[in-house]
């Protein structure tokens, strides 16, 4: 009996330690899923931002996109075409604003003319340009007046290239430069700090130097809306010299039609396809188009009646034999210049292979971005999407560089000294 009880109670004994062994395994699982519950929520609460620090983002996003736009606004407010009296104190602000943004800020500025390409795109180095404005000219002034360009690279190459071609030629004549497109003037000016005389400043540093024989020899293309311009800057300074000048543009004389041609259209002509074709690495015209391959020179277009002049263009080169040679606009003035027109014609001319290159004095922003660009509207993309050609190639070169138009320059300048000109202001 004894016993029986014994073993009951050393069973009763052990169940408990049985039930209190589950009762703390119960415990301890309750603990830890409790500890993980709470790594969890700090986890998701490190994950997920604060209230304050999304105010913070915010703020910090509202402060840039305002230091930007006051960066936009300054360089519209330089973005024009006439000077005033702050003009050199609001190049010196653009500039400065844009030199404390941080990189991020600077590729938010966006506004009516400006964009992060304005002080950030590099088109070279502006201490190899010489702006040509400075005193002591003597009696005898040559001012090479151009539209100007805000590439480093070509304004002195091309420009730069047409100006020392005339000093050379014209040792006792000072040179001096002109541009005729304020916007241009103003941008180099903010960006590079290197001041170009406009028409007005040049003209009246000729008058402060006691300059007696002006001769103006305009680098632009044709008869046009700012040759027209140019002359009527001329005209208000005409009684300040013994003598003022005004040589002929590249082109020489407009003509009455399309057909109408002069000597300075063929010598361009020739000039301008024996460098492309040389450039496209061809012995000749003749072997570039057995190879099938079309050249296509692209000008700027104008609303102005000298517009004809690039039909002429396209009659000389066809007077001339280059069957494989296109002059195209980027204004599309005339119609028969627009990009969509000119493929149309080496489309049916049959030629796969095309090669762009602009009929301008400098290789700029219509060369690199219209011509060359990667945009859809950009010549080179339209050529690329019409799938009619098996190659695009572009060579951005200004006609300014090439060595026998700087001669054509040196020309019309000889002529004008000479009096042969193609206006007297006097």
């Not at 170009?196 to 680098?219: C, E, S, Y």
């Not at 046009?224 to 020489?252: C, N, Q, R």
Request: aromatic content about 6%; proline content about 2%; charged content about 30%.
């Amino acid at each position: 009996m004894k016993k029986k009880i014994v073993v009951l109670m050393l069973s009763a004994a052990m169940t408990m330690s049985m039930m209190t062994g589950c009762g703390n395994t119960a415990k301890d699982d309750s603990a830890s899923t409790t500890t993980e519950t709470t790594k969890d929520a700090e986890a998701t609460e490190e994950a997920e931002p604060t209230e304050e620090a999304t105010e913070e983002a915010t703020d910090d996003s509202a402060s840039d996109q305002e230091a930007a736009d006051k960066v936009a606004a300054l360089i519209d407010q330089i973005y024009v075409q006439e000077r005033n009296d702050n003009t050199d104190e609001q190049c010196k602000e653009a500039k400065e604003a844009w030199d404390a943004l941080t990189d991020a800020q600077k590729e938010l500025v966006e506004g009516e003319n400006a964009d992060p390409d304005y002080f950030g795109r590099d088109t070279g180095d502006a201490s190899k340009d010489d702006p040509l404005n400075g005193d002591d000219i003597g009696d005898n002034e040559l001012l090479v007046v151009s539209f100007g360009t805000s590439f480093n690279g070509s304004r002195a190459a091309d420009i730069g290239g047409i100006e020392k071609a005339l000093q050379t030629a014209y040792p006792d004549w000072s040179v001096r430069r002109a541009f005729t497109a304020q916007i241009i003037i103003n941008h180099v000016q903010a960006r590079d700090d290197e001041k170009i005389d406009n028409m007005d400043q040049a003209l009246q540093r000729a008058v402060d130097n006691g300059v007696k024989n002006l001769v103006v020899q305009p680098t632009h293309l044709m008869h046009g809306a700012e040759y027209d311009e140019l002359t009527e800057a001329v005209e208000g300074y005409k009684d300040k010299f013994e003598s003022v000048t005004i040589a002929e543009p590249l082109l020489g004389e407009v003509g009455d039609s399309d057909d109408a041609v002069n000597d300075d259209k063929k010598a361009v002509a020739e000039a301008i396809t024996a460098e492309a074709v040389k450039t496209a690495g061809y012995d000749d015209l003749d072997a570039a188009e057995a190879d099938g391959t079309a050249f296509v020179f692209m000008g700027h277009g104008t609303s102005h009646t000298a517009k004809i002049s690039y039909s002429q263009m396209q009659s000389q080169m066809n007077d001339l034999g280059y069957k494989n040679v296109f002059i195209g606009t980027v204004e599309g003035e005339p119609e028969d210049t627009a990009c969509e027109a000119v493929i149309e014609k080496i489309k049916e001319a049959g030629y796969k292979k095309v090669v762009l290159r602009p009929l301008m004095v400098v290789a700029g922003d219509h060369a690199n971005n219209d011509m060359a660009g990667d945009d859809e509207d950009s010549w080179k993309s339209q050529f690329e999407a019409s799938g009619a050609f098996d190659k695009i190639d572009t060579q951005i070169a200004g006609l300014g560089e090439i060595s026998s138009i700087q001669d054509l320059y040196v020309a019309h300048s000889k002529a004008a000294i000479d009096g042969k000109s193609a206006s007297t202001a006097n």
